[in-house]
């Protein structure tokens, strides 16, 4: 089941026990949208394709005590309203969950307008927000049950794609903010990755497992408390582009607990990408290919 | 004295205890805040924004998405109870509550805002809330016409009025005049009602410094089914002859003190 169709389903059980949950949308569907518009036609709102407006609407609702559900397509409710959720759920420390669906490349081939490769920067710059990223259904799902049981300022990244589940997931877990695959070590390299990447850095960890391990940087901010790392260095893995990207957020949550380590990042170039071809081909031209990740990972070894 | 004179009686004193405390700390918008003194009167006064005596609350909303002349409601917070006068008169000191710019941890201001079109948007959010409660709760959005610059705005009155939010009412403080210069100068706003009511959105239009004019509107707004946009014309700076219809009032000035002296006696 994709991503976007979990975390509404979820919502949507908890919306059997909450009149207060209210789901908004900016002309973004999918099946189980289609099943909560149905089952619950007051709680659901239709905002137009007009994210600052459904932001500002979630705003009011949030003043009112209601716990609010923004939901659009990455790019345009990360960066088109990036302004409203600093002034609405920022400003004023709201229960609104921006749940940004297509993060990275996710919508190839349609180019740079629906690709979201700066919004992780944009959404962790604005101060208050929690910041997921969900690599598997199993996250998906314990994320949406996390922000229902403690509503909050989030943003929610969840990919376009099917993703297949990694392993056990638990409540706890999410609350954690991260999981660990494979033994950590000083003389490994950890490979730090969440989302739609952190596929692809399991499957060199597997192959490797004498030289990586894997860490699944579910919240990403606020940086979990619990994450010491022991490592030769980490290698960051980020579908974004180089500025203010998951390697940024790793060195400044390991540099507040004093932990310096050799951290490289592993992103897309400073560009705009407009060609055709499909993610994968995608990531292959523009350095994130699976050898590129390897390699870069090997000379972190040596 | 008849409840107008009453009204404008009030306006009068409010802006001048604003002015004095723009001057004493040096910063604050009076253009803009005085503009929409007599707006804030009549909502308050005239017993639009309900009150309840008490719990010391207002039972109504008010958005100030013009959120510069925040402090319009400042004073009618403290006359009303609502804000502490300890408060008033620690204004300017560092400890102070109140600021330039309103946000939600000063008693009585029900929205954070500063910039500039939020607040269709987040009064329509309002709105459906208190129509979610089945509560008879109004909501009042007090725009610039400024704001209508911003798109987002727009984008709030086309989501107000499709979901026929009849207890909400958005106000339009016309000035004519934007940081540079007039708005049909700048970049032409006008026909403001024209295209507000272009939404099919119920649209009055106002003098808003005439109390009678003001107390109409505001009436005829409770008897209509549906959005409402009042559009209101005023005076930017209006109360200080110097200030009015000036631009670049739209801030705090140094002023002499034959300024000084002129402002106090004409707001006296």
Redesign the interface.
């Known amino acids: 089941m994709f991503q976007r169709d979990i975390f509404i389903k979820t919502i949507m059980s908890a919306m059997n026990k909450d ?1 207060d949950i209210y789901f908004l949308s900016a002309d973004f569907g999918a099946p189980a949208l289609d099943e909560l518009r149905q089952k619950f036609p ?1 709680n659901f ?1 239709h ?2 394709i ?1 994210e ?15 716990k609010v559900f923004a939901y659009a397509m990455a790019p345009f409710i990360s960066l088109r309203a990036i ?2 959720a ?3 759920p920022g ?2 420390d709201l229960p609104i969950c921006l749940l940004s669906v297509g993060v990275g490349l996710g919508y190839a081939d349609a180019g740079p307008t629906h690709y979201a490769n700066e919004d992780y920067a944009c959404a962790r710059a604005i101060v208050g927000t929690s910041v997921y990223t969900a690599a598997d259904s199993q996250t998906t799902q314990q994320i949406a049950l996390e922000l229902i049981a403690s509503p909050r300022f989030a943003y929610v990244r969840l990919d376009r794609e099917e993703l297949p589940d990694i392993g056990e997931m638990t409540l706890n877990d999410v609350k954690a903010g991260f999981r660990v695959f494979g033994e950590s070590s000083s003389n490994k390299v950890g490979l730090v990755s969440h989302g739609f990447m952190l596929h692809r850095c399991l499957e060199i960890q597997k192959a490797h497992p004498e030289n990586f391990y894997c860490i699944d940087l579910i919240r990403s901010k606020s940086f979990p408390d619990s994450l010491n790392i022991s490592a030769k260095a980490l290698l960051v893995v980020d579908e974004q582009t180089p500025s203010g990207n998951l390697a940024a957020c790793v060195f400044e949550g390991l540099s507040n607990k004093d932990t310096f380590l050799p951290i490289v990042s592993k992103c897309l170039p400073e560009k705009y990408i407009f060609d055709n071809g499909g993610r994968d081909k995608l990531l292959e031209e523009n350095g994130l290919g699976l050898s590129d990740i390897r390699e870069a990972g090997e000379r972190l070894l040596n | 004295m008849t409840k107008s004179s009453e009204y404008e009686q009030l306006g009068k004193d409010y802006r001048k205890q604003l002015f004095e405390k723009f001057l004493a700390t040096k910063q604050g918008h009076p253009g803009s805040v005085f503009s929409m003194m007599d707006i804030a009167v009549i909502l308050y006064h005239g017993g639009f924004v309900r009150f309840d005596s008490n719990k010391k609350v207002f039972t109504d909303r008010v958005v100030i998405s013009k959120g510069h002349a925040t402090a319009a409601l400042y004073p009618i917070m403290k006359n009303f109870g609502v804000l502490p006068e300890k408060e008033w008169e620690n204004w300017g000191h560092s400890s102070s509550l109140l600021r330039v710019f309103g946000n939600t941890s000063m008693p009585g201001i029900d929205v954070t805002s500063g910039s500039l079109g939020h607040g269709v948007g987040v009064g329509a959010g309002m709105a459906i809330a208190a129509k979610a409660r089945n509560e008879d709760t109004r909501v009042y959005s007090v725009i610039s016409e400024g704001e209508l610059y911003e798109g987002s705005t727009w984008e709030g009155l086309l989501f107000a009025h499709h979901h026929e939010l009849d207890n909400l009412t958005i106000i339009i403080d016309v000035n004519n005049l934007i940081i540079l210069g007039g708005t049909d100068d700048c970049l032409k706003l006008n026909p403001i009602k024209d295209k507000v009511a272009g939404f099919g959105i119920d649209t009055i239009e106002v003098n808003g410094h005439d109390f009678d004019d003001l107390n109409s509107a505001f009436k005829a707004d409770l008897e209509k089914s549906g959005l409402t946009c009042i559009v209101v014309n005023t005076v930017k700076g209006k109360g200080v002859s110097f200030m009015e219809n000036k631009n670049n009032w739209h801030y705090f000035n140094p002023m002499s003190d034959d300024q000084i002296e002129q402002a106090r006696k004409e707001l006296s």
């Open positions: 009149s007051d709102i905002c137009g007009s600052q407006a459904m932001i500002d609407v979630a705003t009011g609702l949030a003043l009112e005590g209601k302004e409203q600093k002034c609405g400003l004023m």
